[in-house]
């Protein structure tokens, strides 16, 4: 599987450039870090059908860093959910592919953009697997600056007491946020002990380790507890020039960096 | 009408097996029938209504009617951008109930105070905004909301409320309710909302029994037949709320009778008087009663300029 999800992590990040480019659109920092966590669940490892985007038995994810809306648009294409052609709307007047991500694209649960609103509504979704016993998991994606409202940790506080261990939480823990690095603006460390001391069973991973990545993201072993997978990313992650960056929080790459930023993702072999 | 709410809430859980009740941890010694009756269908999930909020647009993404339940802002102010993005937006059928509307938590202070929230919730597109008013409205209300597909919002006043119908009156959505009307010829006309009812009709029972009464349920949205129909049968209508002035119930009235004007259902509008709170807040410890006395929640200024 990890050959064809790290293929599918530089394809995703291959459209986020693109649309960012040609759109003109910001956030690509961040849909970098996330990329190869999307590329692990939706490259084989989520229970999916994309001609069936709401089939009842699929495994729901909850996408809550919706600034970031270019990789899950970019994964949902990339496997299947639409046409590659329908990012060519991005941004457009009417189109459904707004830049926070919209629930009226296929394949997208929950529109988000507001940040700490998805844990509670993937929380509620989880709740109710349990109660009817379903086979089927929750997956809720968060941003590390959104773990700043406290709406989240209200559902961080419910899950474990709800013994919702059909839900798994995953922090895309890339350590930078809107105006500065999360240590300066609002530190979230010790963030896997703040985990622990909520009773989540806590695992924390390299979230660009495709093997490590999937592991982690299993739904076997269970034990009572919600998962959270606390991804260490790297902001950019991919284009040298992008990694660590705030900047490419907002910048969209002109001519020339897009054709620098494209030669690297292509050459880029993790494998 | 708490009370009447949550019997008529075990009745349609006991005949419809999606409804799930969630509250704030607030209830105590009104919800612990449902809680009793049906424990996979309720949760208290703490003092954390923006969670609660989220949690009910996930549980109805799955199947559930969901009901809300804590007191006044809570439920409403606290979580209004769940409301707004996640249930309206997503069209979840989530209901909001908030006992303790308007004074009815008077002495609690202004924390307790809600008199803001018809407002804002009638602002967000989808949103069914409801204020009954008397405990037979609140069990056809509940009724109607537990079917309801769809985002809905209910005001409920406290206990102890009079029964102004014998019977939980029919409700279709936007429906206005007469309370009492004169057999001919009366000219001036009370459309309030909420507990405000109940107000009204002792005052105008003592005072005026030839000025008719009519409730308004729903505050978002009025039925705009029935509307036309009021406006050009009285010459003077006072609305009565216990909410602030601004975008309330009484404004939502002016501006469907505007539009009923502008779009030429309506030839001309009654005089019309709105009783709101003045746009203000309180400080001062009182009883529902007093609060609403000291801010002019009270039909005697307008009923004395009728003659």
């Keep these: 599987m990890t050959d064809t999800t790290i293929d599918l992590a530089r394809r995703i990040r291959l459209q986020c450039l693109h649309m960012c480019h040609t ?23 989520l229970t999916a059908d994309p001609s069936q985007p709401r089939a009842p038995q699929r495994d729901r994810v909850f996408y809550s860093k919706g600034h970031a809306c ?12 639409y046409d590659k052609s329908a990012l060519d709307t ?23 953009g507001s940040l700490g609103h998805a844990l509670s509504v993937a929380a509620g979704v989880a709740l109710a697997g349990k109660r009817r016993q379903a086979a089927w998991h929750t997956y809720a994606i968060v941003s590390d600056g ?31 946020q809107s105006f500065g690095s999360t240590a300066e603006v609002l530190n979230l460390d010790p963030l896997a002990g703040k985990f622990k001391a909520f009773n989540w069973e806590t695992i924390e991973v390299d979230g660009h380790d495709h093997a490590a990545l999937a592991a982690a993201l299993s739904k076997e072993g269970r034990s009572g507890k919600p998962r959270v997978v606390i991804a260490h990313t790297v902001k950019g992650k991919g284009v040298s020039f992008m990694e660590h960056q705030l900047a490419w929080h907002y910048k969209s790459p002109d001519a020339a960096q897009f054709a620098a930023a494209r030669a690297e993702l292509l050459q880029e072999d993790q494998a | ?11 349609q859980a006991a005949q419809d097996e999606r409804i799930f009740l969630l509250c704030g941890d607030l209830g105590y010694s009104v919800l612990e029938p449902f809680a009793e009756a049906y424990p996979d269908r309720f949760i208290n999930v703490g003092i954390a209504e923006q969670n609660m909020v989220g949690l009910a647009t996930g549980l109805s993404m799955e199947g559930y009617t969901v009901f809300c339940y804590s007191i006044g802002n809570f439920p409403t102010l606290r979580a209004m951008e769940q409301i707004r993005y996640d249930v309206a937006y997503h069209e979840a059928n989530v209901k909001i109930i908030a006992v303790g509307g308007g004074y009815a938590y008077g002495p609690l202070s202004t924390s307790h105070h809600t008199t803001e929230e018809l407002g804002m919730l009638r602002t967000i597109p989808g949103m069914v905004v409801t204020a009954p008013g008397d405990p037979a409205e609140v069990d056809a209300m509940t009724a109607f909301i537990a079917q309801h597909k769809g985002p809905c919002y209910m005001r409920l ?27 001919a010829g009366a000219t001036a006309a009370v459309f309030a909302t909420g507990d405000m009812v109940g ?109």
């Design chain 2, 157 to 183: 006043n406290k206990a102890g409320e009079a029964r102004l119908h014998p019977q939980p009156p029919a409700l279709k959505l936007g429906d206005i309710v007469p309370v009492r009307v004169a057999d």
């Design chain 2, 199 to 307: 107000y009204a009709a002792r005052y105008l029972a003592q005072h005026a029994p030839h000025i008719d009464l009519y409730s308004f349920p729903f505050v978002n949205p009025i039925d705009r037949a029935q509307l036309a129909a009021l406006a050009a049968r009285y010459r003077h209508v006072a609305t009565l709320e216990e909410h602030q002035a601004n975008g309330g119930f009484g404004s939502a009235v002016l501006e469907r009778l505007h539009d009923l004007l502008s779009d030429g259902a309506l030839a001309a509008l009654p005089a019309i008087q709105r009783i709101a709170i003045p746009n203000a807040f309180i400080s001062s410890a009182g009883s529902q009663d007093f609060l609403r006395e000291k801010m002019g929640l009270q039909l005697d200024g307008w009923h004395a300029s009728l003659s």
């Design chain 1, 146 to 176: 959104e773990l700043d409202e406290g709406s989240n940790w209200e559902a961080i506080l419910f899950a474990p007491h709800h013994r919702l261990d059909n839900l798994t939480l995953i922090v895309d823990y890339n350590k930078i």
């Design chain 1, 90 to 112: 991005f941004t457009d007047n009417g189109s459904y592919f707004t830049s926070h991500v919209n629930h009226k694209v296929p394949g997208v649960e929950l529109s988000t």
């Design chain 2, 1 to 11: 009408m708490r009370n009447s709410f949550i019997t008529t809430l075990m009745a």
């Design chain 1, 70 to 81: 270019t990789a899950l648009y970019a994964t949902l294409a990339e496997t299947g959910y």
């Design chain 1, 23 to 45: 759109k003109r659109a910001s956030h690509l920092g961040g849909a970098f870090s996330v990329a190869d966590v999307l590329a692990v669940l939706y490259g084989g490892l």
